[in-house]
């Protein structure tokens, strides 16, 4: 019999989201598996405390005991690179190949992928996090030729705090950006339930939303060889060409 895939996935220890979604979406899928390893992460700022719980040592021995379960990819469900810059994941992925032979992939890294596979210049953007952090968020992604032309974000700090975040609260900052033309709807947190919203909201507000979580799968279905229009129900994010 042949193994089923199996992703892994990086995960911030206080997320309380994306793995039962991430088994939702993979539920029609009987030969993908996901498997977690998680690392301290509980607060989002740019202190140099927050900053520091991305730091390289802690994510790697993670991605070291995720490789003892002989996983196709390693990706970094988490969107730190946003406001820290899309060089830390690019080095994190090298990193990660380079101590365990396992291809990488992270969700910011997807989200530059599918803009420039779906040539969006213009987004909106919804999260939890502070105003700070919404305003780097935006200034690194205008550096990257990517333009939000509008946002809403919740002003929380508190990891935990975001998974609290309801869908309905989630639905009406969607609903909100969506007033201003864009591109693509961006739901940036993976400890944000905006996955089960794309779908539904695609057909009420005639765009492409693009919820972290599923991002991420996406990403880690084309690393490992697994047409990602399998995945049914959650958006036309998994339309997306994986080639």
Request: overall charge negative; charged content about 20%; proline content about 4%.
């Amino acid at each position: 019999m042949t193994r089923p895939i199996r992703l892994g996935m990086l995960t911030p220890s206080s997320n309380i989201v994306l793995e039962p979604l991430t088994a939702s979406m993979l539920s029609g899928l009987a030969d993908v598996t996901a498997h977690f390893g998680r690392f301290k992460v509980t607060e989002i700022a740019l202190s140099r405390e927050a900053v520091q719980q991305f730091e390289p040592s802690e994510i790697l021995r993670a991605c070291e005991l995720l490789s003892h379960a002989k996983v196709d990819v390693i990706a970094w469900n988490g969107t730190s690179a946003s406001w820290l810059g899309f060089d830390t994941d690019e080095h994190l992925c090298a990193r990660i190949t380079a101590e365990t032979a396992i291809k990488a992939s992270t969700c910011v890294l997807a989200y530059r992928d599918i803009f420039l596979k779906q040539s969006i210049t213009r987004i909106g953007l919804v999260s939890p996090y502070t105003d700070d952090v919404q305003e780097r968020i935006i200034d690194n992604w205008a550096r990257s030729g990517v333009r939000c032309v509008s946002e809403r974000h919740a002003g929380i700090k508190d990891n935990f705090s975001f998974g609290e975040l309801s869908e309905a609260q989630i639905a009406d900052m969607i609903r909100q950006v969506a007033t201003t033309p864009c591109d693509a709807i961006v739901v940036l947190c993976t400890n944000m339930r905006g996955a089960p919203l794309a779908e539904p909201l695609e057909r009420e507000l005639g765009v492409p939303i693009y919820d972290s979580v599923a991002v991420t799968l996406w990403k880690s279905l084309c690393a490992a060889g697994v047409d990602p229009g399998r995945v049914k129900g959650w958006g036309s994010l998994f339309a997306i060409d994986s080639r």
